[in-house]
């Protein structure tokens, strides 16, 4: 028993051990390589021996090129530590054993006198059809049984809707917007951006898997100076490697960014944890490096080609979370920079986090703003929802406005993009909840828990005093512009508004128990409304008609309930 002890010690602290590797990618090509003259970095790019040619590689800094030998020289001031290729199209990088990390990049090792090696190996593969998983927020932190519920919820239901491109030949792929740590507990509850990827590995995630680096996952012990956003991503780099890249996935080009600027600046009273230096603040811009490689980087693309960004924070925004006026989320000296170099090519998608919401920003619509008119920024909710407390709570995962914990589904085939948000404890075909309100009313006057609530917090909605009788509120999680939503009642069209609203549902499963049972009812983010601009309302003629409700998206699918009323409303509605 002591001996089997012993071994699984042994295996805990070899696993533990080999995610902390100083270079993620560790191949050596037996093809020839000797640097140049002045180069301090060098190597060879190869597909299975055969050395590949034209590939770009960078220290974040220059950009070069691989000659017809593989080979590629760079002579970098190794600022950021690391050396990375933008993926040609038709190949996959290395992954490793169950590591789900794709080996695009190598961690430096010498100083700039000396001349370093770091070799890539590809893989080819046919992938003008491809399909995106867009994850954000997955905010694990050895808390709240979010590892477990990750592990044993989402990845299965992420593994059982990807099953169906997989079927077809179809590769799968995981742009993740960061937030995947919690830096508030990294010291407290021994749980980094680091153990991080090795869950990625332990709970068999389903696909290769592309990062973007968020304001939670930056180390909140590092003291604030002028150097603090590059020193707090020190971990992180160290995990995940570079903090902006490019990848080309068959006809797309994909650009991953940092749009965080890490202060933890020192503050009186900021929240407690564990070796945290300052009040873990941020800022959302963009790097003068960042900036200046994306130009260098875009120059070598065709403007017919679309492109994809993969950043934390949403970059443009409609600025009342309707339609119509757009906010752009970077400094002034920043915007036009940063748009100008976008704004000739014919499609730019952007995939955000952040907010825990559903969000899809059309450019176009703001005609005040011509530069955004050839961009979308899709912003998804959160995979852990309110950060795993309502499913902690007993209930189903929900994030910040109701919207369910999910991610969002890109299938692509050539240049053509389409998309369908994922929620985690639903079908695909499932978009939308539908309340009656007259239940909902009902509830709100009954729960003495709901009560307490809002006794404590009168600002917050109180549907018991909802005045209309016999309405209906439909949420529809991912609603945008082009969407369409109709509700019949025995055959008659009825007229619908929207307008926002708090979700109820979000109210009864975090609020409640979040409140009452954590003793926070006097608290200021109790006392917040969190009204969703997705909330469509309907009245009915009487309270036990039925309803047909149709909703439509983007590409012309329709999702459909016939809701049969009187419909209870409860945690776990459907």
Known sequence: MKRVFALLTLALVTLSGAWSATAQSTFVSQLKATPAKGANIYGVVECDGTPMAGVQVSDGYEIVVTDKNGVYQITSAKRNGNVFITLPSGYEPMTEGTDVVPQFWAELSSDTATAERHDFRLTKVENDRHVIVAVTD????????????????????????????????????????????????????????????????????????????????????????????FNAATKYRKAFGPTYYSFNLGKIHYVILDNIIYHNEPK????????????????????????????????????????????????????????????????????????SLLKDFEKVHILSGHTHRNRCCYGYRDAEQPLLANIIDHTVSAASGTRWHTSAFGGPQIAVTGDPAGCKIFPIDGT???????????????????????EVRRYFRENGEIRVL?????????????ETDNAVMIHVWDWATDWKISVKENGRELDVTRKKAESPLYMIT????????????????SRKQSKHPHMFHVTTSAPDSTLEITVTDSFGNVYTETMIRPKTFHKFMK
């Open 268 to 339: 009186e009273n900021a929240k407690p944890g564990k070796n945290i230096a300052g009040a873990r603040n941020h800022s959302q811009a963009l790097t003068r490096e960042q900036l200046d490689w994306l130009a260098k980087d875009l120059a070598t693309v065709d403007k017919a080609t679309p492109v994809v960004f993969g950043v934390h924070s949403p970059i443009i925004r409609y600025a009342n979370y309707m339609d119509g006026a757009i906010t752009v989320r970077l400094p002034e000296e920043q915007k036009q920079e940063f748009l």
């Open 138 to 229: 997955i905010h694990l932190a050895n808390r709240m049984n979010d590892v477990c519920t990750f592990s044993e919820s989402f990845i299965p239901s992420l593994r059982a809707e990807i099953e169906q491109y997989r079927a077809q030949g179809i590769p799968v792929y995981t742009i993740s917007m960061g937030d995947n740590s919690f830096d508030l507990y990294w010291y407290d509850h021994l749980y980094d951006i680091g153990d991080f990827r090795r869950t990625l590995a332990e709970a068999g995630y389903p696909t290769m898997f592309f990062n973007a680096m968020g304001n939670h996952d930056n180390d909140g012990a590092t003291p604030c100076n002028a150097d603090t956003d």
């Open 510 to 525: 975090y609020e409640v128990p979040k409140r009452l049972w954590m003793f926070d009812l006097g608290s200021k983010s």
């Open 454 to 466: 809002l006794d404590h917090n009168p600002k917050r909605t109180d549907y018991g005093a909802l």
């Open 416 to 438: 053509d993009i389409k998309w369908y948000f994922k929620a985690t404890e639903y079908p695909a075909d499932k978009q939308f909840f539908a309340f009656d309100m007259n």
